[in-house]
């Protein structure tokens, strides 16, 4: 499946970004539920920050206060790991939700 993005399958490319080495800040739309979520929990354990949004406030909250309890090992321990994350409530198939984004 070829994506605007480059193409390749998204599970491959979350192991890229897993496996690499250092910290990146990642970029997940429905980060609220499944396996986009599960994904989302992974990549902060490996230390990663996760923007996300997600079309429900209450699971964009849940998901943060789960994240705020996990232990990363590359995680600077000036910043906590809640503070690392960034979500939003955006419906990215509304143009009227993404234009408030500019």
Do not use: W, Y
């Not at 232990?71 to 509304?94: E, G, N, R, Y």
Request: with cysteine; glycine share 12%; proline share 2%.
């Amino acid at each position: 499946m070829t994506t605007p993005f480059g193409g390749g399958n998204i599970v491959g490319r979350a192991a890229a970004v897993t496996a690499g080495a250092g910290s990146r800040t990642v970029l997940i739309t429905g980060v609220g539920k499944g396996l986009v979520r599960a994904l989302a929990l992974e990549l902060a354990k490996k230390g990663h920050s996760v923007v996300g949004c997600s079309r429900s406030q209450d699971r964009l909250t849940s998901l943060h206060s789960e994240l705020s309890s996990v232990d990363s090992p590359l995680s600077d321990s000036a910043v906590s790991s809640s503070d690392k994350h960034f979500f939003m409530t955006v419906d990215v198939c509304h143009r009227d939700h993404l234009k408030g984004l500019r």
